[in-house]
């Protein structure tokens, strides 16, 4: 998605600069700001949705017809009705929560996968300890365990020489 101004940062959580200094109960519409290391600037949220909107301690509900709460126009704020002097206001920003982005292709590697699932190598080789298994071989000794259920799949199926697989205990294929 295209932004103008600053793209949000996945996970970003932002509390806006306060506007309540401005509220007379005439104006409706309000830049909105934040400050980063001192410095202010504009903040064009994406859609209405992703900011939660204070208004006296009433949520606001986010409308992009803005009949009821409020609805964003670029970096501005529009709210239905007028906030009265005094009341109190935040804005905070959810940036894109649930957005958590797509990897880009080969950049997964086996060392950023969490322990205790398949794992692999470059050479194509999936291992779930204690089985080994790659494109058509059974190239290491395999017990799979009282139980548990092993399954073998393929076309042709080979256990290479002095290679044994047990199931159960009880049923042994050795080459």
Not at 101 to 115: D, I, M, Q, R, W
Request: glycine share 10%; net charge negative.
């Amino acid at each position: 998605m295209a932004y103008v101004g600053r793209e949000p940062v996945k996970g970003e959580i932002i509390v806006l600069n306060s506007i309540e200094s401005q509220f007379n109960g005439t104006l409706q519409r309000f830049t909105l700001q934040r400050t980063i290391n001192g410095a202010v600037e504009n903040f064009h949220p994406a859609v209405s949705r992703q900011l939660l909107v204070s208004l006296g301690g009433v949520i606001q509900e986010p409308d992009s017809t803005g009949n009821q709460g409020f609805k964003i126009e670029y970096d501005e704020i529009v709210f239905a009705v007028a906030p009265a002097a005094g009341i109190k206001c935040f804005i905070i920003s959810y940036g894109h929560i649930l957005d958590i982005g797509s990897p880009a292709n080969g950049t997964v590697t086996p060392e950023k996968l969490s322990t205790g699932g398949p794992s692999w190598n470059l050479g194509s080789t999936i291992t779930t300890n204690p089985i080994q298994m790659n494109p058509n071989a059974i190239a290491v000794d395999a017990t799979i365990p009282t139980n548990y259920n092993g399954e073998s799949i393929g076309p042709n199926i080979t256990v290479n020489s002095g290679v044994s697989v047990t199931v159960n205990g009880h049923w042994t294929i050795t080459s």
